[in-house]
Structure formats: structure tokens, C-alpha cells
């Protein structure tokens, strides 16, 4: 059986969520990356595009120069090949290696000798040509001369050869210089967009950001939380939502209030007149016992041996009335709980012991004690947890008049600490299972029925409550949970 812990309807702060995120994670980030990655990738695909055209518009203009100058060359150098003026070859040569990139340029005759050349070492000699394989175009990666070779024909008939190296290192420079200038270019792209999403994902999530930390802020309660409207867009129009919704909550939240505070009143009136009237019931049979006594030690009608019982019956009952007064303000006053770390196995053991020792006599009583290693500390109040266990120990005792078997025992379950305490005793029926809390409730006689209300009041002051688990004739287990000591 639970007794329900009376509620504010506030408002009540929410349980922890997972609210925070990393950076990764947020959508600033995703709006950031994305933009400066398709930055990138536009401004990668447009510079290897130009420089693919830069490279390939280099490469004909070096190639087209290059069949100019050889085809000139072979022109020129026909007659001075015939009549074999060496000379004249030689000027010709010159000519040529002053043209810009010219790494070399030979003149053969028909038979392969080489009668002009820029590598003197060769010339006179027959010796293969400079190149194997010339006029390789486009030029095969690594190779940085294009080789070029010119036919001198008179009358169809091939007299020598003209061949000439143009070398490429001039348009490689160049190339790399565009791939520099492109690469400068994403990586400025690459900044200048970063910013600039930056600066858009700052705009476009800045109004989900105030709206999160008001949820935070009224998820703690605060119902006075606004956001920002100030843009005419849909982030101002959400906010202007999120505004009237935070004001229509705080309304409902002030009416739940006041609604509950009207029925607190109301139930708080009820309780006294109910407490009042039971007070009156409890103690009008011991006071008409007095009065009655008292009346009729005020005649002379009672012999001395009448008279005596009178003042027994007078001292009962004013003893019963002390009693149900003085429990009643033990139950009035019951103090805020300090709860604090607390020894639970000693605080059980010394109960438990004191109770058996007063009734174990003249019957078999079993008391078993077990706390688990890890539930014997816990955090509670440690005089208000003595009155608890001792009015529950005590209950489950009264129950076995006869003898019996009592347990007590502790376990861990997650943070909080399980204590039950089991007896074998007479049990309590269904119907009167769910009195048994209230004040003033009790089967025992001379009972006042304050124990288990107080018991209550205690637990709940401790964020517990007490489950009773009972079987008629069997026995009965009542329970409550405490916070455990991390
Ligand atoms: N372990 C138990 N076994 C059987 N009945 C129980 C047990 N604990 C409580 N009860 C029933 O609940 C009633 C209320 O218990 P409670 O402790 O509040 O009052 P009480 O024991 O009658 O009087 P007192 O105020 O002196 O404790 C008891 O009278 C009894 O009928
Ligand atoms: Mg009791």
C-alpha cells in the first residue's frame, strides 16, 4: 500500500535531459561545413578546369612554334646542306639556339651525318639522332623537351633532316604558377565562405538558440522566460508562437496554483474537523470513564472494596487518556528530517536486539538480521528512522503473541537502499489494509493507532513511502526505501 506524497501542480522541473551537444553536432557546424565544402568543390572544379585549358593553350602554342621554327630552319639550311658550308650551317644553329626554349637543334645530311649542331662534339660524326622517338605531342608526363623533326626534300628526294628540342620548363613554371594562383583561390574561397556560413548559420540558428535556453529555463520552472521577436520572418513568427505558448503555460500554471491551493485549504479543513472528531471519539470513553468515576467517589453510596476499583478504573483511564494525548502530540510534532550518512546495520541490530530481549519470554521468537555488504549505511535521519524502525519492529512483535519469526534485512537496489521487515504474525485483513496509516486506526487494544502514522509521516519526509504486503493469518512485510550512500 502507498500513501501519495501531496503535489504542487507547478511546474515541476524536468528530469535531466541530455541538453548540451558538441560543437560537431550542432546545426551551426552541418550549416558551416557544408556551405564551405561546396565551396570548395565548386572553386576545385573551376581551377583544374582553367588550368587543364592554360595547359593545354601553352602546349599548342609551344608546339605550333616549334613546327615554325623547324620547318624555317629546314628552309634555310638546304643550300647550305648541298654545297656542305659548314659555316653557314653553323650560323644557322645559332640562330636557331637563341630562339627562346631552344635546348638543341642538328642538321643531318641523307646519310645521317651531322653537319650542324648546338653540341659540338657531335658534328661530322654519323651518330643516331638526339631522340629516339620525336614529335611525341602531347608530351608524356616527366618529359620535359619536345622533340621535333623536319624532312629537307628537293625533287622528292630527302637530302637531310632538321631536328630541334624545345624545352618546357618555361610552361611548366607557368602551370604551377596558375595552379598556385588556383589553389590560393579555393583556399580564399574556402575562408571567405567558411565566414560568411558562419555568419548565416549565426543569423538562422540565433532564434532556435534563445528558445532553447528558455525551455531551459522554464523546464527549472521559470515561467516568466521570454525570447526575442524582433525579425518579420518565420524564426520571428516561431518566436512569437514560443512567447504566447510560455504566457498561456504560466496562466494554467496560476490557475493550477490557485486551484490547488483552494482544495490544500479545503483539505486541510477537513483533516482538522476529521482529526477533531476523532480526537473527541478517542478520548470521550476514558473522560465519561472519569467523570463517572468521579462522580461516584463524590457520593457515599460505595463501600471501601467499591471504592478502590473506582480509583483503579479512575487511574486507567486518565492513564489511556495521558497516553493517546501524548501520542497524538508526538504525531502533531513531528520536526523537518535532517537526514544525513547513518550507521543502518547498527541502528537495525540495536533495535532489533532491545525489542527481542523485552519479548522473547515464555515463547519461540526467531529474529534474523541481514544487510547486505553494500546496504549497510544510508542517508536518513538518524532519531526519525529510530522511531520508525522501532514502531514497525515493534507492530510486527505484537502481531505473534504467540512466537514467531521476525527479519529484518537491507539490500541495494541501484542507488537506494531496500529495508523490509517481515514477521509471521496474525497478518491484517484486505479491508483493513488501507486504514492502517491513518491516525487513530488500530485492532490492538490499548493501541492509540499512531504508530504507522507517524511512520508514515517520517518516510515521506524522506521522499519514501511504506508498502505493506500482509496475509491474513501468514504474516505480514512492510517496506521502504532510503537513499544509499554513493
Ligand atoms: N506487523 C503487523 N502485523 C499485523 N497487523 C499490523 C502490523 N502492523 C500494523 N498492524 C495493524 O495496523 C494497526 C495500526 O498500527 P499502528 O502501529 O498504527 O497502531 P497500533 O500498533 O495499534 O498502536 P500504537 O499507536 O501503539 O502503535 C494495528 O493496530 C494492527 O492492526
Ligand atoms: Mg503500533
Known amino acids: 500500500m502507498s500513501v501519495p506524497e501531496s ?14 551537444t558538441g560543437f560537431t553536432h550542432t546545426l551551426r557546424f552541418r550549416l ?3 556551405v ?12 583544374a578546369d582553367a588550368v587543364q585549358e592554360q595547359s593545354d593553350r601553352i602546349q599548342a602554342e609551344l608546339y605550333s612554334r616549334g613546327r615554325s621554327l623547324v620547318a624555317l630552319t629546314a628552309v ?12 653557314a650551317l653553323a650560323e644557322i644553329i645559332q640562330r636557331v639556339k637563341s630562339q627562346p626554349d631552344v635546348v638543341y637543334c642538328e642538321i643531318l645530311d641523307s646519310r645521317g651525318r651531322v653537319l650542324g649542331t648546338t653540341h659540338p662534339e657531335r658534328l661530322g660524326k654519323e651518330l643516331p639522332l638526339l631522340v629516339a622517338k620525336p614529335e611525341q605531342f602531347p608530351l608524356a608526363a616527366g618529359d620535359h623537351i619536345l622533340d621535333l623533326q623536319e624532312r629537307i626534300r ?21 602551370l604551377a604558377r596558375t595552379w598556385r594562383e588556383g589553389l590560393f583561390f579555393i583556399l580564399a574561397a574556402l575562408i571567405v565562405g567558411s565566414a560568411a556560413a558562419w555568419a548565416l548559420s549565426l543569423l538562422t540558428t540565433r532564434g ?24 518579420q520572418d518565420e524564426a520571428g513568427m516561431l518566436a512569437i508562437a ?15 496554483a490557485q486551484e490547488h491551493e483552494r482544495r490544500t485549504q479545503a483539505e486541510r479543513l477537513a483533516c482538522v474537523g476529521e482529526m477533531s472528531a476523532t480526537i473527541a471519539h478517542e478520548i470521550r470513553n476514558p473522560l465519561s470513564a472519569i467523570i463517572n468515576s468521579v462522580n461516584l467517589l463524590g457520593g457515599d453510596a460505595l463501600n ?14 486518565s492513564g489511556r487518556l495521558s497516553r493517546i494525548l501524548g501520542d497524538f502530540l508526538d504525531f502533531a510534532k513531528i520536526r523537518e528530517s535532517e537526514p544525513t550518512r547513518a550507521d543502518l546495520k547498527g541502528l537495525i541490530e540495536e533495535i532489533a536486539n532491545m525489542l527481542y530481549q523485552d519479548h522473547r519470554t515464555g515463547k519461540h521468537l526467531h529474529l534474523t538480521v541481514s544487510c547486505a555488504p553494500d546496504a549497510q549505511t544510508a542517508v536518513f535521519d538518524r532519531d526519525q528512522m529510530r522511531q520508525v524502525l522501532w514502531n514497525l519492529m515493534l507492530n510486527a512483535l505484537q502481531s505473534m503473541p504467540e512466537g514467531g519469526e521476525l527479519s529484518v534485512r537491507t539490500r541495494r537496489d541501484g542507488e537506494k537502499i531496500m529495508v523490509s521487515i517481515a514477521d509471521t504474525g496474525c497478518g491484517i485483513a484486505p479491508q483493513f489494509l488501507e486504514k492502517v496509516t491513518k491516525p487513530f486506526v488500530s485492532s490492538r487494544k490499548g493501541g492509540t493507532g499512531l504508530g504507522l502514522a507517524i511512520v508514515q509521516r517520517i518516510l515521506v519526509q524522506h521522499d519514501t513511502q511504506l508498502d505493506i504486503v500482509s496475509k491474513q493469518g501468514a504474516g505480514t512485510e512492510v517496506s521502504f526505501q532510503l537513499n544509499g550512500v554513493s
Not at 564551405?36 to 581551377?47: E, I, K, S, T, Y
Not at 638546304?78 to 659555316?87: C, K, P
Request: proline share 3%.
Open 76 to 87: 634555310a639550311s638546304t643550300n647550305a646542306l648541298l654545297t656542305e658550308d659548314l659555316g
Open 208 to 231: 532556435l538558440h534563445n528558445m532553447m535556453e528558455a525551455a531551459r529555463k522554464i523546464s527549472r520552472g521559470d515561467l516568466d522566460v521570454r525570447v526575442p521577436a524582433n525579425s
Open 242 to 256: 514560443f512567447n504566447n505558448m510560455v504566457a498561456s503555460l504560466k496562466r494554467a500554471s496560476e490557475d493550477a
Open 36 to 47: 564551405a565544402l561546396v565551396h570548395v568543390v565548386l572553386m576545385g572544379v573551376f581551377v
Open 32 to 34: 558551416m561545413l557544408s
Open 7 to 20: 503535489g504542487h501542480p507547478s511546474i515541476a522541473p524536468a528530469r535531466t535531459a541530455k541538453t548540451t
Open 154 to 174: 628537293i625533287a622528292g628526294q630527302t637530302v637531310g633532316t632538321v631536328t630541334l628540342g624545345l624545352s618546357t620548363v618555361r610552361m611548366d613554371s607557368a
Open 304 to 317: 471501601r472494596e467499591e471504592r478502590t476499583q473506582v480509583i483503579s478504573i479512575l487511574n486507567n483511564e
